[in-house]
Structures are given as C-alpha cells and as structure tokens.
Nanobody
Framework: QVQLEESGGGLVQAGDSLRLSCAAS????????MGWFRQAPGKDREFVAA????????YYADSVKGRFTIFRDNAKNTVYLQMDSLKPEDTAVYYC????????????????WGRGTQVTVSS
C-alpha cells in the first residue's frame, strides 16, 4: 500500500503562484509514476502532470504546459507541483496519484490517490 497526502492548496488571485506537495509513504517504489490530476465542479477528473519517480521524465497537459512544473525530492518521498501564472480556470480540487502503468494520462490506471487539496483562483 502507498499513502499519499497533498498539501499547499488555497485561495489566490489570477497571476499568482502556488506550490502543491504530495508526500508518499508506505510501499513506495522507484517503479511508480506520480501524477497530478484535477477536478472542477461538474467536470471529469483531468490529467495535469506526471513524473517518473526515478528517471525524472515529466509530462504535462497542454493547458498547463509552460505554467506548471512537476518535480520531486526522492530523499523526502515528495512530489511537487509548482503552479505559476494561475488562471481562474485552474480552480479545482487537485489530486496526487501513483501508478506503475505507462498510461500516465489515464486516471483509471492509477492505483493510489490522495484526498485532494482545493485550489481556487479568483479573477
């Protein structure tokens, strides 16, 4: 089992920055890819970004490319999502998740999820 806990959400204004953290514990493995997803009210959960735990390769949704950065600190078993130039459409609950699948954009492929952290961007 892998436990994931997100933190760092909050209420900000458009153009501001936030950094989300995802602390992993339990049976963590370098085989896991770590992903960030988000879900706005009335919308499906959507892929935001992913990173390989050991290799450091990163992947982004087109909607956040150039504004968000995913990175990890293996010594702390923590994955981060740095969000810059935030827009009101980024408002959502952000979830951290872990998968061993190569299909990192598909939320159904993720085995472990955190409880989420709310990000609200006002205009």
């Amino acid at each position: 089992q892998v436990q994931l806990e997100e933190s760092g959400g909050g209420l900000v204004q458009a153009g501001d920055s936030l950094r989300l953290s995802c602390a992993a514990s339990g049976r963590t493995s370098s085989s896991y890819r770590m992903g960030w997803f988000r879900q706005a009210p009335g919308k499906d959960r959507e892929f935001v970004a992913a990173i390989t735990w050991s290799g450091g390769s990163t992947y982004y949704a087109d909607s956040v490319k150039g504004r968000f950065t995913i990175f990890r600190d293996n010594a702390k078993n923590t994955v981060y999502l740095q969000m810059d130039s935030l827009k009101p459409e980024d408002t959502a609950v952000y979830y951290c998740a872990a998968t061993m699948s190569l299909y990192y954009r598909d939320y159904a492929r993720y085995n472990y999820w955190g409880r989420g952290t709310q990000v609200t961007v006002s205009s």
